[in-house]
């Protein structure tokens, strides 16, 4: 299950839960499957101005709420963290509803089921 704090309203897709450049990352290593810091960074920069310190510091904090996972692979100059996915895209959006309704219901109970039912049978009535 994600880690996932509140949620903001205003904004829609990814950024409703994350920072706009947490997303943006996460899309790009949902597309690429495995990469370094450097190749993030490389993918970004032509986007967006953004540091390379930027990225490490956010991708350390995706591993921290279990976004992402990361290895260590030994390579020119050193050891250097390889990124990757612990979750695909469906899954997280999946579970963060999950995460979401079993909240609503948790809070307020019949008002929320009672709400999904009218909502629900509604738009089937519609279509």
Known sequence: MVMISRIRLKRKGLECLLSPLEAEILKILWAEKKMRVRDIYDKL?????????????????????KFVARNVEAGLGGNHYIYSVRITRA???????????????ENFGDVAINY?????????IDN
Do not use: G, M, P, Q
């Open 45 to 65: 920069k032509c986007k967006r101005k953004v540091a390379h310190t930027s990225i490490a510091v956010i991708l350390d904090r995706l591993y921290k709420k």
């Open 91 to 105: 899954d997280f959006e999946n579970s963060v509803i999950k995460k979401t309704v079993d909240k609503l219901v």
């Open 116 to 124: 999904f039912h009218e909502k629900f049978a509604k738009k089937k």
